[in-house]
């Protein structure tokens, strides 16, 4: 089904299971500044609003959020802003990108970084479940990571190979922080 509407939209992508909130809700901490990006229906940030100290939910769909912008907790801020030309404010210390289907990890977690945000919580990188990502840890060159699993800055992962000799239970579960993987010098489709 293709959504055709903003409710047909939000029901195909949004809505995410209680396994994924208690996860993201485990790495929240009390004194932490949290930024949701494309916050939906505020479900998730009114629960973040619960833990910590703040919360700012950026949603781009005006009608998602007159439909749930009602009797807020007074630290969850909302705004209806387009989070690709959003800046980030200075305070934020973690980040919510529950967006299985994103198209920017890179541009986002560039711009978290750079705003001196400490933590993205997401599954947009591998599509699936719950990581919590370090963004101020230094990556390392793909072409210098040794063999196992890799997690690019571009919002790519995946595997990289090397001699099965090599494969070790450490690297079979190990997840390397890295720049510049092979999606990265793919060309631009047009």
């Not at 293709?2 to 995410?16: G, S």
Request: overall charge negative.
């Amino acid at each position: 089904m293709i959504p055709t509407t903003a409710r047909e939209w939000e029901r195909q992508w949004a809505p995410y299971d209680e396994g994924t909130y208690a996860e993201v809700m485990e790495a929240i901490h009390p004194d932490d500044v949290v930024l949701e990006i494309g916050a939906g229906d505020l479900r998730l940030s009114r629960r973040l609003a619960e833990i910590a100290h703040q919360v700012i939910a950026w949603e781009v769909q005006a009608s998602v959020l007159f439909r749930t912008a009602h009797a807020l907790p007074k630290n969850l801020v909302v705004c209806h802003t387009d989070a690709v030309r959003e800046k980030v404010p200075e305070n934020v210390s973690t980040a919510v990108l529950l967006m299985r289907h994103c198209l920017h990890f890179h541009l986002y977690a560039n711009k978290l970084h750079a705003a001196g945000c400490q933590r993205l919580i997401t599954n947009a990188r591998w599509g699936m479940g719950v990581e919590v990502i370090d963004l101020q840890v230094p990556r390392l060159l793909y072409t210098a990571s040794p063999m196992g699993w890799y997690a690019c800055w571009c919002g790519a992962a995946g595997f990289k190979a090397g001699p099965a000799e090599y494969l070790t239970p450490e690297l079979e579960t190990a997840v390397h922080e890295v720049i510049d993987c092979p999606a990265c010098r793919r060309p631009l489709a047009n």
